[in-house]
């Protein structure tokens, strides 16, 4: 499982932490004997791709390292409704305890990449790469990015600091999008996407030193003629407005890639449970 940057250990210390506050889990210090020992299953009721077991087995791990865990499927794969994703068997209370954020963290990144499959699934054939963004909930960029990435799209910028992406209003106090893009190659900045929303934009774009332009909110025909104009000097990008309908029309238009801020911004979670029973 690859989370460049992220510090795991630290995420489920302070999700627990937040969970547990100053007086821990009192149902299960109060309900459930402390030598007793349950085994449990996590299962999807619906047809999903899986994303975040590492992350649910580092929660269960952390309250109890002899938690016995069996994998039964691995994160980008497309599982049945009724498939077992993992089988446990530890500490009754440390189960109990870690259950919710284990949960939580799969529920929430296997909707991603069961979302992302989708809108991969629509642009299958055109040639086109779905791209994620930035819209994401503060804090999980990298897992949610992770999940899309097991949804099979490629991950966009992970910050600010990684490209410079020139938009409106950067070109309103610039004056112009050739100025904005020049003021960017002067600082140094390698890689310069720009966001175009006019074919007229294109070639300043290009001739002040553009490595990338995001065609916006243009409709398939115009992205047609963008990608015409721009004739394969830099990487072509679709993005506003990408639905499920429109998607496939804006893939097919010859672009390099689609990005879709849905992806992350609107997944639903994905329906898995977590039945325990004693041992």
């Given amino acids: 499982m690859s989370l460049p940057g992220f510090d ?3 995420f489920v210390r302070e999700t627990l932490a937040e969970d547990l506050g100053e007086a821990g889990d ?3 210090a109060a309900v459930i004997p402390e030598g007793a020992r349950f085994s449990g299953v996590m299962a999807s009721r619906e047809a999903i791709v899986v994303a975040g077991l590492p ?3 580092a ?3 952390s309250l109890d390292a002899g938690v016995e865990i069996e994998r039964l499927a691995e994160d980008g794969a497309t599982v049945a409704a009724g498939a077992e994703l993992l089988r446990l068997s530890g500490k009754g209370r ?3 305890t870690a259950e919710r954020s284990a949960l939580n963290v799969v529920q929430h990144l296997s909707g991603i990449a069961s979302l992302t499959r989708r809108y991969v699934d629509a642009i299958a054939g055109t040639g086109a790469v779905l791209l994620d963004t930035r819209k994401t909930i503060p804090g999980l960029r990298v897992l949610e990015k992770y999940a899309t990435r097991m949804g099979g799209a490629e991950n966009h910028r992970m910050g600010l600091w990684e490209a410079a992406m020139i938009k409106d209003n950067h070109v309103a106090v610039a ?3 050739g100025e904005a893009v020049r003021r960017a190659v002067a600082a140094g900045i390698a890689r310069t996407i720009v966001e175009v929303d006019r074919l007229d934009q294109i070639e300043p774009a290009l001739d002040a030193g ?3 332009l995001l065609l916006d909110n243009m409709d ?3 992205l047609a003629e963008a990608v015409a104009r721009v004739g394969g000097r830099v990487p072509t990008e679709a993005s506003g407005g990408v639905t499920l309908e429109t998607i496939h029309a804006k893939a097919a238009s010859g672009v390099t890639y689609v990005s879709v801020g849905r992806i992350t911004q609107s997944a639903p979670a994905a329906d898995i449970g977590l039945d325990f029973q004693p041992l």
């Fill in 94 to 96: 440390a189960m109990l």
């Fill in 55 to 57: 992350i649910a087995e």
């Fill in 26 to 28: 009192i149902t299960s």
């Fill in 8 to 10: 795991l250990e630290r």
């Fill in 210 to 212: 553009a490595t990338h």
């Fill in 175 to 177: 004056g112009s999008v």
């Fill in 59 to 61: 929660f269960f791990r």
């Fill in 220 to 222: 398939p025909p115009v």
